[in-house]
Each structure stands twice: as structure tokens, then as C-alpha cells.
């Protein structure tokens, strides 16, 4: 089972930046990886997904906004984040897209002034 370690998150205020890294522990290079989000009282949702030969797609309240990026020779995935809104705070995980392993603690991000 591949591990997940997800790091990168803080406290920025609205419209700043954060970039958010993933490291797997094995190889992830065929996999459909994504980034999900889970805001207090919600359930965890998808944000963006990347494809294995990079393509990305993103929700629509994330799009032009955040940049999900995958390095398959070191089993990372990258979540840019830009312009970021109150709205957007929320612990992140990244995982495998259609049958996720286990979680990891993911990485909070508060998006505060």
C-alpha cells in the first residue's frame, strides 16, 4: 500500500499563495493522482486531478486559480495555489483518484486576514 505525505499548507491571507506537495512512497507514474480538500463539516471532495501523462482537470470554483503538476520520476504531485479565498480553507490530501489508498494527515489550509 502506498503511503501519502502531504505537506506545504499554512496560514496566507486572501489572495495569496501556497504550494502544496505530495510524496508517495512508491510509484504513482500509471495512477490518476488528485487533490481533495475537506472544510469543517463537509465530507472530502476532489479539487483537481492530474492524468498519468499529465493532463489536468479542476473543479469549476478552483479553476484559473490553483495548477496540479506530477513528477512521475519522483513520485510527487504539486497543487499551486493562487488568489486564494476564505472559501478555500480547508485540510488538503492527495491521493489516488478512482479508489483511493489510505490517507494520509493531509495539510491544513487557512486562508484568513
Known amino acids: 500500500q502506498v503511503q501519502l505525505v502531504e505537506s506545504g499548507g499554512g496560514l496566507v491571507q486572501p489572495g495569496g499563495s501556497l504550494t502544496l506537495s505530495c510524496v508517495a512512497s512508491g510509484s504513482i507514474g500509471s495512477i490518476v493522482m488528485a487533490w481533495y480538500r475537506q472544510a469543517p463539516g463537509n465530507s472530502r471532495k476532489w479539487v483537481a486531478r492530474i492524468s498519468s501523462l499529465g493532463t489536468p482537470f479542476y473543479v469549476d470554483s478552483v479553476k484559473g486559480r490553483f495548477t496540479i503538476s506530477r513528477d512521475n520520476a519522483k513520485n510527487t504531485v504539486t497543487l499551486q495555489m493562487n488568489s486564494l479565498d476564505p472559501d478555500d480553507t480547508a485540510v488538503y490530501y492527495c491521493?489516488?483518484?478512482?479508489?483511493?489508498?489510505?490517507w494520509g494527515q493531509g495539510t491544513q489550509v487557512t486562508v484568513s486576514s
Open positions: 491521493n489516488r483518484f478512482d479508489r483511493p489508498f489510505n
